[in-house]
């Protein structure tokens, strides 16, 4: 059994505390933890899991990416400050963004049947392009471009603070030059949902393929359709890989034309087809914004965030202080009740509180996960979520396939079977459509074949007429 910490017990790891574990996914669990020194200050500390690091493939690849998001250092995406290992475990520390997931803030819009004005998800958009961009230009120590790509952009991956920042997490995925990804045994990573057809198919990907992924998350914003993201694996593959895309209009009426085609756009099945760069798609959508929403503002959508999330912030705020910076808030009395009611020693309303909740606790409805009793209940990455999962009251992941970042699929006992046979199906509908399914190649032979019927047919006619006239010629002479 997994001993939590929690901010009354705060476990030591190297020069870190770590308060609460908020988050557990595919590379190991991610935690809310404070680092000491003169000024001490909320971090994030995502753990990899010891089974990976047992992994020396895993190794090799977490400290390459390492030191590549170590070097990344823009406002849209979460700086990762610190990599290294506490007696052997591997760790990354980075910038805690004090808000909520692209995916948390969706699902609870959509539970207070509140809609997400367009300039705000135009504006989401448009940040999350800056930041693809910048992280698309890094360059190595030598000035060599990386290459680097995301390949699992999500609403899960892309987190909003109270004050209205919007930062990309989680470059777990990311590929770049530095890894040896091109001679790895490919495998598929990354959220098949928002997985560019590319990506799906095992080819190479460049940065249009996180154009491709921040195009599905607007469209799942805009058209206010939650994109299903479980179900029947093979499916969903042939999906991700033959993509076809109907207007964010078609399911809200109410978006402009305009956006339609720009979302359309970067959907394109073809790289080719969609914006070159992930700063031409921002400023496409920077153009709707100002033309359709001129007001909104990077504070506006955190205020919405703050506004659906009111009774979350001020736990989360009471514990950064106490835990973080060692003050004590002095709370209104009726807060400090609701603290002790909405606070029980096993939950906190952080992200993922139900990875802390034992499995008979019942919270307040209003402050637990609103996810948490969905059926059947599924993390935002896609993975089963952690309350009614039984791993997640034993040591993780223990007996199950999971996906990893850092292009490692966990080996569990049913992984390989599965991965073969989704291979083969994606193969195989490959065949099929360039074979079978290319209209235009058929439209151009058959064409060839008529032209070359018609000059048969016109030269005999020149012949026949040609001897025709011959034979009128003679008799007359005769
Ligand atoms: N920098 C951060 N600030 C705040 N919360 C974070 C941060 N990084 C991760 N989280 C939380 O932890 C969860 C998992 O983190 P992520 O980096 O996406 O790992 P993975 O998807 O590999 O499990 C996120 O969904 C988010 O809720
Ligand atoms: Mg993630």
């Excluded at 995406?77 to 290294?84: L, S």
């Excluded at 949902?193 to 990907?205: D, G, H, L």
């Excluded at 906190?348 to 139900?354: G, I, M, S, V, Y």
Aim: aromatic share 8%; with cysteine.
């Amino acid at each position: 059994m997994l001993q939590d910490p929690t901010p009354e017990a705060p476990l030591p790891f190297g020069r870190y505390q770590l308060i609460r574990r908020i988050g557990a996914g595919g590379m190991g669990e991610v935690f809310l933890a404070r680092e000491g020194g003169p000024a001490p200050r909320a971090v994030v500390v995502k753990k990899v899991l010891p089974n990976l690091v047992a992994n020396r493939a895993f190794v090799g690849r977490f400290l390459d990416e390492a030191k590549v998001v170590v070097r990344l250092s823009h406002h849209n995406i979460a700086r990762v400050y610190a990599m290294g290992d506490v007696d052997g475990e591997y760790f990354l520390s980075m910038e805690y963004v004090q808000g909520k997931t692209v995916s948390r803030m969706t699902k609870r819009l959509r539970d207070r049947k509140v809609d997400m004005p367009l300039g705000i998800a135009l504006l989401i958009g448009e940040r999350v392009c800056q930041g693809l961009q910048y992280a698309h230009d890094a360059k190595d120590e030598n000035g060599n471009p990386l290459h680097l790509v995301h390949r699992d952009l999500s609403p899960a991956n892309v987190c909003i603070s109270y004050r209205g920042d919007i930062k990309i997490i989680d470059f777990g995925a990311a590929q770049s030059t530095l890894k040896e990804e091109q001679t790895a045994p490919r495998v598929v990573i990354g959220n098949l949902t928002y997985m560019a057809p590319e990506q799906a198919k095992k080819q190479i990907v460049d940065g249009r393929a996180d154009i491709y992924s921040c195009g599905v998350m607007l469209w799942e914003l805009l058209s206010w359709h939650a994109l299903p993201q479980k179900g029947d694996p093979i499916e969903r593959w042939r999906k991700a890989a033959n993509p076809v895309w109907e207007a964010p209009s078609a399911t809200m009426p109410s978006i402009p034309r305009d956006v339609d085609d720009v979302i359309l756009k970067a959907l394109c099945k073809e790289p080719k087809d969609r914006y070159a760069t992930a700063t031409e798609f921002g400023e496409a959508l920077k153009k709707l914004r100002t033309r359709f929403a001129p007001d909104v503002r990077d504070a506006d959508v955190g205020e919405l965030l703050a506004r659906v999330f009111a009774k979350e912030k001020t736990g989360e705020d009471a514990v950064l202080h106490e835990a973080v910076y060692g003050q004590t808030i002095n709370l209104p009395a009726s807060e400090k009740t609701r603290r002790v009611q909405i606070v029980p020693p096993t939950a906190l309303a952080f992200e993922h509180t139900a990875v802390l909740a034992s499995a008979d606790f019942k919270d307040d409805q209003d402050i637990t996960d609103p996810g948490r009793d969905d059926p059947p209940p599924v993390a935002e990455d896609g993975t089963p979520t952690p309350a009614k999962d039984p791993r997640f009251t034993q040591p993780l992941l223990q007996g199950r396939s999971r996906r990893t970042g850092f292009g490692v699929t966990f080996a569990e006992a049913e992984e390989p079977v599965l991965e073969h046979s989704l291979i083969q199906e994606i193969e195989a509908s490959e065949d099929f459509i360039e074979e079978a399914s290319d209209p235009e190649a058929d439209t151009r032979a058959n064409y060839q074949e008529g032209k070359w019927k018609l000059v048969v047919l016109l030269s005999g006619i020149f012949l026949f007429a040609t001897g025709l006239g011959f034979l009128a010629v003679w008799l007359a002479l005769r």
